[in-house]
């Protein structure tokens, strides 16, 4: 199912009637107030979790795994940014859902189960050992890098 373009079009007026609404219960200068402080909370909480989630990707990497799901964590909080710094009430709903880690867990599943989206876990880890020769500018020689490497599996089946 591809997405329906319309809601482009649909979205900014909705948006809008709910402001002018809102504006018509607590007021122009209070409605304003609001949006901003959103958009502000938002990109502080954003900036919180996507360093949160950076870290996690680093430890993933660091033990030689592929950070597939931080990624699109990621993706799902960058997304939630930008519905958050959008003006209007609807679509900082949205935002907020996005950044609720519950919920973008959720959400998450349904997307690796509709198969569109694929999430690979990899758990190659290298071990080995190297050592180096320094380069010596007079005589010209380069650096040497000897090692070995067996893959994780493989260690395994031995």
Request: a positive charge.
């Amino acid at each position: 199912m591809r997405f329906p373009f319309w809601i482009f079009l649909l979205l900014p007026a909705v948006e809008l009637v709910v402001l002018i609404k809102v504006g018509g219960y607590i007021g122009a200068l209070n409605t304003l107030a609001l949006v901003i402080l959103g958009m502000v909370a938002g990109m502080a909480v954003v900036r919180r979790q996507g360093f949160r989630t950076m870290l996690k990707a680093r430890e993933k990497m660091t033990h030689g795994e592929m950070p597939a799901l931080e990624m699109l964590e990621g993706f799902m909080i960058a997304l939630g940014g930008v519905f958050l710094m959008i003006p209007g009430f609807i679509t900082d709903f949205f935002g907020v859902a996005l950044l609720i880690p519950p919920v973008r867990k959720v959400l998450l599943r349904r997307m690796i189960k509709s198969g569109r989206w694929q999430a690979q876990q990899s758990s190659t880890t290298f071990e080995g050992e190297y050592y180096r020769e320094d380069f010596d500018r007079n005589r010209g020689i380069n650096q040497t890098l000897e090692g070995e490497f067996k893959r994780e599996d493989e260690k395994k089946s031995q």
